[in-house]
Structures are given as C-alpha cells and as structure tokens.
C-alpha cells in the first residue's frame, strides 16, 4: 500500500491527477479544489488503495476520534463524489460498502517524480485561509445561493426543479454555542431561493438528522432539499452545501468553500463563483443584492438577536432579543432589518409580557418609521408590523392594506401571512382566512405557529379531517400555547374525544397558570345537559375568583347554552386592544352566539359591518359571505 510520503507526491486516479502538497485535483483543464476534510478523506482511501476503510477509521483519522454520527461522514464522501464527477450510481471511484465503510474502486497510481518539481511554472501553493466566525455564513450563504436564479431558469438541473425545501444548515463544529450563529444564515439563503420563477421554496426549521433527503422531501413535500453543513474549527470555518433530488436522492449539486475574514467580500464573489459554475458551467455570476450590516460586531449582534426572538416564548428571550437588536442598530444604524425586528417585539409586547398597549404601539412605529428612513428596503416588510398593530386597534381596512404590502413584497415572512389569516378570521372571512393560513404553510411547513393557524382555519370551517392532520403536525412541532392547545381541546370534544379534549384542557392551563378544576365539568357538560348547571357554577366560581380569562370564559359559557353570559364577555372586545382573538366568534360551536340579537349591533360598535361593507359582504344565517371569496 501507498505511505503517506509517496501519496503527497501525487498520484493519478482513473482521469484525475490528485496534487496533495497543492490541494488540486486536475483533470484535464478542469482543476477542483476540495476543502481539507474532503482531500483529508480522498488520502485515507487512497492510502488503503482499494481496501476497504471503516467508519471509525475515518472518525479516528479526520475528526480526532470524537463521537459523530453517520451524516457527517455520508455528506463528506458526497463532497468528494461530487468533486470527481462520481455522482451518478453506479458509483466509478468511491464504493459503499453497507454498514462497513468505503473503498476507492480505481487504482492508485503513483507519480515519480514529484509532480510539483515538474510544473515549475505553476503557482505557489497558499496556505489555507482563516475564516473570522460563524457569523458571514449569513451573507456568503445569500450570496451564494443567489445565482440559483440563473441555475433553474437557464440549466437542464434546474428545469426539472419544481420545489426546493431549505433546511437550517447543521452545526457539525461540536460547540453548541455556535447554533446562533449557523442557523442566522438561512434567512438570506431563502431570500435568494425566492426570486426563482415558478419554483416553490418551502423553509423548514429542523436539520432532521435521522432522515434521509428524500423523507425531508416527503415531510416538506418538495422535490428537493438544500443541505449543508457549518464547521467552526477556531477562526476556521468550512461551509459546505447540496442540492438533493427526492425520488432517486441524486445530488443536483454540491460544493464546499473556505474563507478569509480579511478578504470578505471578495470571498463572497468566490462562493457565488464556485456554485455558479457548479451549476451551469460557467462562472458567470448574478448576483442578487441584500441588505446586510456594515460590520461583522453588527452581524453578530443581529443574528445572535433573531435567534433568540425566534424562541420569545422561553425565559428572558424576547428581552435579550430587544437588547441585542438595539445593539445592532447602534453598531450600524443604516440596517434596517434589525429595526424591523426591534418593532415587531415591541408590538408584542403586550401578549407576552402585559405591557401597555398604548406605550408598546407608539414605540415600535417609531421605531419602524426610523427604519424605513435608514433602509428603504424594509417599507413593504414593515406592512407586517403596521397590519399587526391596526388589527389590535380594530382598524380593519388599515390592517388589511398594510398585510397586503407586506405578504405582496419580494421577500416574505410567514408572519405576515399567519397575521393576516388572524385578521381575516376575526371579521368572519374564514374561507380567505385559510387561505393566507395556507400560503405561511407553503413558505414554512414545518413552524408549530404556522401548523396551529392552518389547524385552526381547517377546525373554523369544520373540516374534521385536516384539522385533525395539521393537529397532530403542529404536535409534532412543539405547538403550545393557550390559543393553540384550547382550540385542539374544542375541536376533540367536538369530534367526541372526550377524554383526550380534558388531558389536552388541562396542559393549556397548567401552561397559563389557571387552575384546571373546570374543565371536566364543562367538558363534560358540553354532551351531558344534567351536568350543565354544575358545569356553569364551576365557571361562575372560576370567573369570580379572577382565574379565567375572556378568551376561556367566552368559550365555556356559549357551548355551556349561556348565550346571555356568553354576550356580556363578548362586548369586552369594545375595550383597547385584543382582550381575546376574535376568530372564535366564527367558529362553529358559536353559532348560538351570533344569532343573539345583540351579535350584529357589537359588530356595528366594532368596525366590522363597515368593513363588511367595503367588500361586498353580507351577514347572512350568522354567517359571513363575501365575494371576493
């Protein structure tokens, strides 16, 4: 067998020339440069030349012997495979052997003499290069996947490409700390994915590292996956990526870059290069401009901020997220994005924390009409805000324009559209409610939020059967929430699943802090008219001792029969703000409610007959018929 002596002389594999000592694999005139893992990998089969190679070989000799799984392996031997042009099975150069390992399939054949004495001509070898922190994977990422446009429209992969799921790249560096940082990135990577004509791009929010690409496809329901992995190694860091077909898992394309902090942006325009011409062949860049802080602190700050908005629900999150977004705003005040972000926080202020409404609306316009001054790019985005903040003012034409720029601009969030849905329910549009709550669920299948809206929706109209299905996904999600978990409690009890409705009830208020000796009398009363009246004093009981809210207490007297009760709670809405989300005065179980006589003179003191009357609508058998739905 070759040493590793003869092997960094060079050697030929079956049509390519391996140049360790350069990092070069030639062939030709085509040269492929390898990230060291890769070549690292390439050397350890050749040095078996032909025999097999375990997995803990490979674990012991690249990565030091720590505890990996098997995806980080598979990922670099379909790095290398792709480097040689071996992507198609059957395999030519790099074998699997199920369970076992690999092995090389062509023959090693050395080079004598050295081939770097000969070419005297060649450029000096380079050192490798130091790349700063996890945190440009954000915009080389963008950057680089911004020439897609170019690779779907104009190459034979690409015109095959009818959906493309995006998942976070993975943290393979083993620190737990960078997660922030590698999963900031994906944010300009989606935005460049969304410029491809007539592609879908669906976001998801987990790496799924037990399943293979083609069930990522199934769960996404795309026809192929954007993989990659993010590996820190002290100011080192190594990004790789692959496009994945779902039905036969062939790669469409993959590549893997090393950077320098020093050279950033030209290092940019090496990444989108590199996937360019991977893609179609040539190295022709278009590329797709994004907004983005003038400095690394700034980057830093923002996407350790948005890591911690996205988990608000837990702890002091929401906080730190306002702290470091005011962070990023003093480090480069001309980004817009964290403008954004800082307002959209404290519009919810409210619903997380109890602040004033008031207070907590006037600060974050403020705050958005800065943003705006500083970045323009952000005014449709901010339509998102302003719709939120219209809604809970129940100024329902305003939040409707508002949510119409926002969900109608060139980059899109899902909240945009699940607000809007919100919006749409609370003025009895439940058809066009579903429907915006669909179109979060095509750009983020995999957010809890986004598959309890689409439950909901599907609960609302009384489609038994997908709400059950967009339930269990949002189960499978970590769904929580007291709206949540109360809406999947009503639609079980509604499908007489009784028992599962009061162990669902229970968590929701264990989860709010209310005390759960109510649920199964009114649970029960809801099939059982004998046990109605202990039921309703069980309420009573609760509702004086201040421990049910509105939300709650609307719901258990109107399926309760206290019709009268249940309208006096409803009138609450006339007060500021969202004392609870009006959709449920849609739901079916409410129908009781709506014919009271009272039901269309609140509609009236709320703004909502005039909305109607904007668009055509009509309040017809206690319902709403609109048609532009």
Not at 575 to 583: A, H, I, K, T
Not at 603 to 625: P, T
């Given at each position: 067998m070759p040493t590793k002596e003869e092997l960094d002389k060079g050697f030929k594999l079956g049509d390519w020339e391996v140049l360790p000592s350069r990092g070069v694999l030639r062939s030709g005139g085509l040269e492929e440069r390898p990230e060291p893992l890769v070549f690292g990998l390439l050397l350890e089969l050749a040095s078996r030349d032909g025999d097999l190679?375990?997995?803990?070989?490979?674990?012991e000799a690249l990565w030091g012997g720590r505890p990996i799984g098997d995806e980080p392996i598979a990922r670099a031997v379909s790095q290398l495979r792709g480097h040689l042009g071996d992507r198609s099975k059957p395999h030519r150069y790099v074998e699997t052997?199920?369970?076992?390992?690999?092995?090389?399939?062509?023959?090693?054949?050395?080079?004598?003499?050295?081939?770097?004495?000969?070419?005297?001509?060649?450029?000096?070898?380079?050192?490798?290069?130091?790349?700063?922190?996890?945190?440009?994977?954000?915009?080389?990422?963008?950057?680089?996947?911004a020439v897609i446009y170019d690779y779907v429209s104009r190459s034979s992969v690409g015109s095959n490409v009818q959906s493309i799921g995006v998942l976070p790249f993975a943290n393979v560096s083993g620190n737990p700390n960078n997660q922030y940082l590698v999963e900031g990135f994906k944010t300009d990577l989606v935005k460049a994915l969304q410029r491809i004509p007539d592609v879908v791009i669906k976001t998801g929010r987990e790496t799924y590292p037990s399943k293979s690409a083609a069930e990522i496809a199934g769960v996404l329901d795309v026809d192929s996956v954007l993989l990659g992995t993010v590996n820190r190694n002290g100011d080192e860091l190594n990004v790789s990526y692959e496009l994945v077909d779902r039905d036969d898992s062939m790669l469409r394309i993959s590549g893997s870059l090393t950077g320098d902090i020093e050279d950033l942006f030209a290092f940019q325009e090496e990444v989108a290069n590199a996937v360019h011409k991977d893609i179609v062949g040539t190295a022709e860049q278009h590329l797709v401009s994004a907004s983005r802080p003038s400095n690394f602190e700034a980057y830093d700050s923002y996407l350790e901020g948005a890591y911690a908005f996205d988990r608000r629900g837990n702890d002091d999150n929401l906080e730190d997220a306002m702290r470091l977004f005011e962070a990023t705003i003093l480090l480069d005040p001309n980004f817009g994005p964290a403008y954004l972000q800082l307002a959209t926080a404290y519009a919810l202020l409210p619903a997380y924390r109890g602040?004033?409404?008031?207070?907590?609306?006037?600060?974050?316009?403020?705050?958005?009409?800065?943003?705006?001054?500083?970045?323009?790019?952000i005014r449709d985005a901010a339509g998102a805000v302003f719709g939120y903040i219209y809604h809970r003012q129940k100024e329902w034409a305003k939040a409707e324009l508002a949510?119409?720029?926002?969900?109608?601009?060139?980059?899109?969030?899902?909240?945009?559209?699940?607000?809007?849905?919100?919006?749409?329910?609370?003025?009895?549009?439940?058809?066009?409610?579903?429907?915006?709550?669909?179109?979060?669920?095509?750009?983020?299948?995999?957010?809890?939020?986004?598959?309890?809206?689409?439950?909901?929706?599907?609960?609302?109209?009384?489609?038994?059967e997908n709400a059950n299905e967009y339930f269990e996904r949002a189960r499978r999600f970590g769904a929580e929430g007291t709206t949540h978990l109360m809406g999947w409690a009503l639609f079980l009890g509604g499908e007489g699943d009784v028992e599962k409705s009061k162990e669902i009830a229970k968590i929701a208020a264990d989860q709010a802090g209310?005390?759960?000796?109510?649920?199964?009398?009114?649970?029960?009363?809801?099939?059982?008219?004998?046990?109605?009246?202990?039921?309703?004093?069980?309420?009573?009981?609760?509702?004086?001792?201040?421990?049910?809210?509105?939300q709650i207490e609307v719901v258990a007297r109107t399926v309760l029969g206290d019709i009268d009760g249940a309208m006096q709670v409803a009138n609450m809405l006339q007060?500021?703000?969202?004392?609870?989300?009006?959709?449920?005065?849609w739901i079916p179980e409410f129908m009781p409610l709506r014919q009271h006589p009272d039901f269309l003179k609140l509609?009236?003191?709320?703004?909502?007959?005039?909305?109607?009357?904007?668009?055509?609508?009509?309040?017809?058998?206690?319902?709403?018929?609109c048609l532009e739905d």
């Open positions: 190679v375990s997995k803990e070989d490979l674990i052997l199920q369970k076992r390992g690999y092995r090389l399939q062509e023959k090693v054949v050395l080079n004598e003499p050295d081939p770097i004495a000969v070419d005297s001509d060649s450029e000096p070898a380079r050192p490798p290069s130091r790349v700063f922190r996890s945190i440009v994977v954000l915009a080389l990422i963008g950057l680089t996947v602040a004033s409404i008031e207070d907590s609306d006037r600060r974050a316009v403020s705050i958005v009409e800065r943003g705006i001054a500083a970045d323009s790019s949510f119409q720029r926002a969900t109608n601009a060139v980059v899109v969030d899902s909240n945009a559209f699940n607000w809007y849905s919100r919006m749409l329910a609370s003025v009895g549009r439940l058809d066009a409610a579903l429907e915006q709550a669909l179109r979060a669920f095509k750009l983020d299948p995999d957010s809890a939020v986004v598959n309890s809206r689409v439950a909901l929706s599907y609960s609302w109209l009384g489609d038994a209310l005390p759960p000796e109510w649920i199964d009398p009114v649970i029960s009363g809801m099939f059982d008219a004998e046990m109605t009246a202990a039921a309703l004093q069980a309420v009573n009981d609760t509702v004086d001792a201040g421990q049910m809210p509105p007060q500021p703000g969202e004392v609870f989300e009006m959709d449920l005065l509609m009236e003191r709320l703004g909502i007959v005039e909305y109607w009357g904007l668009h055509a609508c009509e309040f017809q058998d206690a319902a709403v018929s």
